[in-house]
């Protein structure tokens, strides 16, 4: 199984907030957002963060996906 982070990215579009503005509001390294992007794992720690600072669940911007499932 493996994490989609697709979510997350629909909210930004929805809030009208970009990667860099995520990494200035949350704090998270570049190199984290970077991870995101390519769907990595990544600390609960920062996944916590994003939802504080977007006031949302973690289930609202991540999901598990099957092997093979798009």
């Known amino acids: 199984m493996s994490l989609?982070?697709?979510?997350l990215w629909?909210?930004?579009i929805d809030k009208?907030?970009?990667?860099?503005?995520l990494h200035k509001m949350t704090g998270i390294?570049?190199?984290t957002i970077v991870k995101l992007t390519k769907?990595?794992?990544v600390?609960?720690?920062?996944l916590a963060r994003i939802c504080?600072?977007?006031?949302c669940e973690i289930s609202d911007?991540?999901?598990?996906?099957?092997e093979g499932q798009l």
């Open 29 to 31: 390294s570049q190199s």
């Open 52 to 55: 504080q600072t977007l006031n």
């Open 43 to 46: 600390n609960t720690e920062v």
């Open 39 to 41: 769907g990595e794992n």
């Open 61 to 66: 911007i991540v999901e598990l996906q099957k």
């Open 4 to 7: 989609s982070y697709k979510k």
């Open 16 to 21: 009208g907030i970009n990667k860099t503005e």
């Open 10 to 12: 629909k909210i930004l």
